[in-house]
């Protein structure tokens, strides 16, 4: 059985929603694994497979920002989040027993626009570097009060440079 959120609080919940994914990415821009660590599930379904060519996986938060820290080691990067369509699903997971009433779960996608700009601080000429341009789709389920990604799925719509540059891709 699912309800619906008021209006004032469809738009609350989505306007946080839309901080997590940004936080997410200003994160990875500043290296801040432990921030990151804050907004990502114990265990995340991950599909990067258009971009690293890896098959979809269940992976722990932890092993997922060991290969973002691996992957982007000595490069800045900028990461940009825009186009978030969001959707809020409230569900009341039914009870077998009779008189006990289950918890009211919260689950949410939302699908984004992205371009990543990588590139390595130690080349002047900046020709070492790769941009990413796509859509990323997150799911997110709401744990005491906050949303946590449980999974990440993202389309390359357009990639340009030196794919040696990401680490994570060698």
């Given at each position: 059985m699912t309800s619906k959120l008021s209006n004032i609080e469809w738009v609350i919940e989505r306007s946080k929603i839309i901080d997590v994914i940004v936080a997410i990415a200003n994160a990875m821009d500043n290296k801040n694994w432990q921030n990151l660590r804050k907004y990502l599930a114990d265990e995340i379904h991950v599909?990067?497979?258009?971009?690293?060519g890896e098959l979809p996986q269940q992976i722990t938060a932890e092993s997922y920002i060991q290969k973002r820290a691996e992957g982007l080691t000595g490069?800045?990067?900028?990461?940009?989040?825009t186009n978030h369509e969001v959707a809020i699903v409230r569900a009341h997971p039914p009870n077998r027993?009779?008189?006990l009433v289950?918890?009211?779960?919260d689950y949410a996608q939302c699908r984004s626009a992205y371009r990543i700009y990588r590139f390595d601080p130690t080349d002047e000429s900046r020709q070492e570097r790769l941009d990413t341009a796509g859509n990323y789709e997150h799911q997110l389920i709401r744990v005491d009060?906050?949303?946590?990604?449980t999974a990440i799925k993202?389309?390359?719509v357009m990639m340009s440079g030196n794919r040696r540059?990401?680490?994570?891709l060698q």
């Open positions: 599909d990067y497979s258009e971009f690293r490069l800045k990067t900028l990461h940009i989040s027993i009779r008189g289950s918890p009211v779960k009060g906050k949303w946590r990604v993202q389309t390359v540059v990401h680490r994570g």
